[in-house]
């Protein structure tokens, strides 16, 4: 079985401040892992995705994540925040090519003057 | 590329009656379309996979009767609230997995629709 675990439901940071989401996850074989994110009442957009290549992967928006399998960790990060990052973001995790995607709960990240 | 559009993409109807949500990939085939429903501030849970010419495969707790999935081409499925109740009104998104997209099969999510049962 495979499990996505999102720490903090609520992340606020100031324009400007480093972002840092944290993610964790659970899977007997290899993972994918994902992170999208959901502005209001839209649909998910892949901000970045991990896929047994590189270890530090870099997504859109300026965003990035490590996977450490040591830690069975995908946190994201991004070093400078802006007003448009405001948003919902989800990561999730697949165990190979045709399985489902599990989703984590979700942050919401406030980003403040 | 890899556009995923929804339709309607907010709905009201009242209680008893069906709605029927479409999902459409609009340049890449999709064998594979997944269907999801998100509560407010929360996350999205899998309803069923939908494959193209046979039938979907319901995630445990989803009643299919109620739910009916078609998936009837390479681009269009759709999802048939039945019998809709205030309980069913939620955020439905669907995803399409690019079936050429080399080795990860890529999931595409629509911009999702606002179903409200009154």
């Known amino acids: 079985a495979q499990s996505v675990t999102q720490l903090g439901s609520h992340v606020s940071v100031s324009e400007g401040a480093l972002v840092l989401l944290r993610c964790n996850y659970s899977?007997?074989?290899?993972?994918?892992l994902f992170w999208y994110v959901q502005y209001p009442n839209q649909g998910l957009q892949l901000l970045l995705k991990?896929?047994?290549?590189?270890?530090l992967v870099k997504g859109i928006n300026g965003f990035e994540a490590e996977f450490k399998k040591s830690e069975t960790s995908f946190h994201l990060t991004k070093p400078s925040a802006h007003m448009s990052d405001a948003a919902e973001y989800f990561c999730?995790?697949?165990?190979?090519?045709?399985?489902?995607?599990?989703f984590g709960t979700g942050t919401r990240l406030q980003v403040t003057l | 590329g890899a556009v995923v559009s929804q339709h309607p993409s907010w709905v009201i109807c009242k209680s008893g009656t069906s709605v029927k949500i479409e999902c459409r990939s609009l340049?890449?085939?999709?064998?594979?379309m997944f269907w999801y429903r998100q509560f407010p501030k929360k996350s999205l849970m899998l309803m069923a996979t939908?494959?193209?010419?046979?039938?979907?495969?319901?995630e445990q707790g989803v009643e299919k009767d109620k739910f009916l999935i078609n998936h009837a081409s390479l681009t269009l499925s759709t999802l048939t609230v039945t019998s809709a109740h205030p309980e069913d009104s939620s955020f439905y998104i669907c995803?399409?997995?690019?079936?050429?997209?080399?080795?990860?099969?890529?999931?595409?999510f629509g911009p999702g629709t606002r179903l409200t049962v009154t």
């Open positions: 995803s399409a997995r690019d079936q050429a997209s080399v080795g990860l099969y890529e999931q595409y």
């Open positions: 899977s007997s074989v290899p993972p994918y």
């Open positions: 991990y896929t047994s290549a590189a270890t």
């Open positions: 999730a995790v697949r165990t190979g090519t045709a399985s489902k995607l599990t």
């Open positions: 340049d890449f085939q999709a064998t594979t």
């Open positions: 939908s494959n193209e010419g046979s039938k979907a495969t319901y």
